[in-house]
């Protein structure tokens, strides 16, 4: 009886610090015994990805998070199709859908649903160079989405309004390669989440977003509609924790962040320098990496010189890493203008700055303090870490530190400090550009690796169909 009234006290205070739009669970159900917490989830750079760099992804990171906190290993169990997704979590072959799901009455009367991760926006998506549409009740028979997903609920909606308004539906291809049909052409319209369409623009920069169909849309996790209340009492007792602890934000900004600025002329000229100019340079970026992926260390020295190992700038700065001259001679480089020493010099520079961080950076973290130290010193990025922390935020957690820096600026912030003006904003944005010509280098990465398995595949098929087979069969008995 008092474990009872506990866990109602528990929820109510938890429910009155943050609203969330739950079913009532019934407090009486029988515990489940679990050994392994199962997440049933989908591919996607924002959902889950499984490479060399190891599993990542907003939902798998949460979902670890939980795993870690019920004291569980947690098992990942990514689905192709949604419909069977979702007929899993029915049928309690998984414990939770982790995929970034959008919040419909629909999966409202059918799961339990836990609270809002984050809101997106439902956009139409079409090719660029083409008319922007201005009226979806034009549009009808052209817009194609994928079965039982979010988008087919917004066009019910929409469809109350425009009774004439019809639509495709596939259920064997994903967001990711309706998207590809988009950018070739092949498809004319799709409807998408505006997070998961700014993620794909960095690889696919022929894709734009059009008119808003349904603003602040929550995402959110899944729960069976059955013997879940446990789970879901320990899934609200979870998230209060980890959004006092910032965690949502954090991962937001790591996620999210960065790709909201997007630049088509831009990101089409980087995948073409990708497949024209990298190859030349690639072994050394591979070479004087060391224990930093090497991606990283190109994306910086695109994002300096566009990998132009001639580059120059009035302000002084030369190379493919466009180094200053005390910071040549600092690292050893006698010929700033030649591209092996110039990658060498600016990756013993960058691991410096990694090295001179305070050891309260969290190490998912350091490299994008160290990329702001090398575009306009350590010292300002101190100054702004030390702001940052009189504003009482975080300032070992670069999504509060890149918000203080652009007040390295103005002078009411900067007479506070050490070293005095910078243009922080401007670090801001070259952060923010390298990490978004890292995702896509890590995205360009993993589809010739896939690639190169299908093709290997088919040769071992081909191999395999052209062997003879030997059909002498001996009659001798023996």
């Known amino acids: 009886?008092?474990?009872?009234?506990f866990i109602i006290l528990?929820?109510?205070i938890l429910s009155a610090c943050q609203p969330v739009d739950i079913q009532q669970v019934d407090i009486a159900a029988p515990a489940q015994k679990r050994s392994v917490l199962k997440v049933g989830t989908l591919y996607g750079p924002q959902i889950y990805l499984n490479s060399e760099l190891g599993e990542t992804g907003f939902d798998f990171e949460m979902a670890q998070r939980f795993a870690d906190y019920l004291s569980l290993p947690l098992e990942m169990l990514p689905y192709t199709d949604r419909k069977a997704?979702?007929?899993?979590?029915?049928d309690n072959d998984i414990d939770i859908i982790a995929a970034g799901i959008a919040k419909t009455p629909n999966r409202s009367q059918q799961f339990k649903l836990g609270p809002t991760l984050y809101k997106v926006n439902q956009v139409l998506v079409y090719k660029e160079g083409t008319p922007e549409p201005k009226d979806i009740g034009t549009l009808s028979g052209e817009i194609t989405v994928m079965a039982n997903s979010s988008s087919v609920n917004t066009l019910?909606?929409?469809?109350?309004?425009?009774?004439?308004?019809?639509?495709?539906?596939?259920?064997?291809?994903?967001?990711e390669e309706l998207f590809a049909l988009i950018a070739k052409g092949e498809l004319n319209y799709t409807i998408s989440d505006s997070n998961s369409l700014l993620i794909n623009q960095r690889f696919l920069p022929e894709l734009?977003?059009?008119?808003?169909?349904?603003?602040?849309?929550?995402?959110v996790w899944l729960l069976p509609p059955k013997e879940s209340d446990r789970l879901m009492s320990q899934l609200l007792a979870f998230w209060h924790k980890e959004k006092r602890a910032g965690t949502l934000e954090h991962l937001n900004e790591k996620y999210f962040g960065h790709v909201k600025r997007f630049d088509y002329v831009d990101t089409r000229a980087f995948i073409r320098a990708i497949d024209n100019i990298l190859p030349e340079y690639r072994g050394m970026f591979e070479e004087y990496a060391g224990e930093l992926d090497w991606r990283k260390l190109a994306a910086a020295s695109y994002q300096e010189s566009h990998w132009n190992p001639t580059a120059r700038s009035p302000t002084g700065v030369r190379g493919m890493m466009m180094l200053t001259r005390p910071t040549a001679t600092y690292v050893g480089v006698d010929n700033r203008l030649d591209a092996e020493q110039s990658i060498r010099g600016g990756a013993f520079y960058l691991k410096d700055m990694l090295d001179r961080l305070p050891e309260s950076i969290a190490d998912s973290q350091r490299v994008w303090f160290a990329l702001a130290a090398y575009n306009i010193g350590l010292g300002h990025v101190e100054d702004a870490r030390r702001l940052t922390e009189s504003m009482g935020m975080d300032p070992s957690a670069w999504r509060d530190v890149k918000k203080v820096l652009p007040l390295l600026q103005q002078s009411k912030y900067y007479k506070q400090t050490r070293y005095g003006y910078a243009r922080g904003s401007e670090a801001v944005h070259y952060v923010d550009s390298i990490r978004r010509y890292y995702d896509t280098l890590v995205w360009v990465d993993n589809q010739t690796k896939q690639m190169e398995?299908?093709?290997?595949n088919d040769s071992i098929e081909v191999i395999a169909e052209e062997a003879p087979i030997n059909t002498n069969v001996s009659a001798q008995q023996p």
């Open 1 to 5: 009886m008092i474990k009872t009234l």
């Open 85 to 90: 997704l979702f007929k899993a979590l029915k």
């Open 156 to 175: 019910t909606q929409l469809q109350k309004d425009y009774p004439e308004l019809m639509w495709n539906q596939v259920s064997d291809k994903d967001n």
């Open 208 to 219: 734009r977003a059009g008119m808003i169909l349904e603003e602040k849309v929550e995402v």
């Open 453 to 456: 398995m299908i093709e290997e």
């Open 10 to 12: 528990l929820c109510a």
